[in-house]
T-cell receptor, first 112, second 115 residues
Framework: QKEVEQDPGPLSVPEGAIVSLNCTYS??????FMWYRQYSRKGPELLMY????GNKEDGRFTAQVDKSSKYISLFIRDSQPSDSATYLC????????????FGTGTLLAVQP | DTGVSQNPRHKITKRGQNVTFRCDPI?????LYWYRQTLGQGPEFLTY????????KSRLLSDRFSAERPKGSFSTLEIQRTEQGDSAMYLC?????????????FGSGTQLSVL
C-alpha cells in the first residue's frame, strides 16, 4: 500500500465550479499536510499547509484534514482557467530531514 | 531573490553516458533537496543536504548516483552509466529553516531523457 494515494484524474470543470481534490494516507502518525500546485514544465509551488485535523482557508482555497479517516482535501471555489494545473498532496514524512511524501497528483482543467 | 535555478532544463543522452545536473538554491538557504518525478507521478525524495553535509539518501539513489554540495552553495547531481529507467524530471528544492514550518521552494527541474 502506498503511503499517500491520490486520484490522478484528469478532472475537467467549467469556470466558476467548486473543485474537490482528495488524498488518503496510511500512517496515522502523519501530522503535517500540504497541497502543491504544479504548472506544466514547472516545479511544484506550495499552496496550503495544515497541521492535524481541521480546516484552513486562504482566499478561494480551503484545505481540510480528517485524521480519523486519514483523508485530506483541497477545495477550490469559483475556479478559474488559471487554476488549470496538477495538484499534489504531500505529507511531511517526519525525522530531521523533513522529506515530503507526495501523492501522484491530480490534473485539473478549468474550461472557460 | 531569483528563485531556485536548475541547469540544464533538458538533457538528452544515450544509455551508458554520464550526466551532471546543477542546482543553484536561493541565496542563504542552507537546506537543499533533490527529488525525482516521473510522468504521472509525484516527486520522490532522493537526497538532502544541510549546508555542505549530505545527511540523508533515499534507497532510490543507487551507487550510480552521486550528489555534492561543495561549500554549502550550489549542488550537483551526477548519474553514471545512465539507464533508460533514469529518464525523469530531476527537481531541486531549497529552504531556509527546518521544523514544521519549513517551506520548500522548487526549481523548474531538469528533464532527462535517456535513449
Amino acid at each position: 500500500q502506498k503511503e499517500v494515494e491520490q486520484d490522478p484524474g484528469p478532472l475537467s470543470v467549467p469556470e466558476g465550479a467548486i473543485v474537490s481534490l482528495n488524498c488518503t494516507y496510511s500512517n496515522s502518525a502523519f501530522q503535517y499536510f500540504m497541497w502543491y500546485r504544479q504548472y506544466s514544465r514547472k516545479g511544484p509551488e506550495l499552496l496550503m499547509y495544515t497541521y492535524s485535523s481541521g480546516n484552513k482557508e486562504d482566499g478561494r482555497f480551503t484545505a481540510q484534514v480528517d485524521k480519523s479517516s486519514k483523508y485530506i482535501s483541497l477545495f477550490i471555489r469559483d475556479s478559474q482557467p488559471s487554476d488549470s494545473a496538477t495538484y499534489l498532496c504531500a505529507i511531511l514524512g517526519g525525522g530531521a530531514t523533513n522529506k515530503l511524501i507526495f501523492g501522484t497528483g491530480t490534473l485539473l482543467a478549468v474550461q472557460p | 531573490d531569483t528563485g531556485v535555478s536548475q541547469n540544464p532544463r533538458h538533457k538528452i543522452t544515450k544509455r551508458g553516458q554520464n550526466v551532471t545536473f546543477r542546482c543553484d538554491p536561493i541565496s542563504e538557504h542552507n537546506r537543499l533537496y533533490w527529488y525525482r518525478q516521473t510522468l504521472g507521478q509525484g516527486p520522490e525524495f532522493l537526497t538532502y543536504f544541510q549546508n555542505e553535509a549530505q545527511l540523508e539518501k533515499s534507497r532510490l539513489l543507487s551507487d550510480r548516483f552521486s550528489a555534492e554540495r561543495p561549500k554549502g552553495s550550489f549542488s550537483t547531481l551526477e548519474i553514471q552509466r545512465t539507464e533508460q529507467g533514469d529518464s525523469a524530471m530531476y527537481l531541486c528544492a531549497s529552504s531556509q529553516t527546518g521544523g514544521i514550518n519549513e517551506k520548500l521552494f522548487f526549481g523548474s527541474g531538469t528533464q532527462l531523457s535517456v535513449l
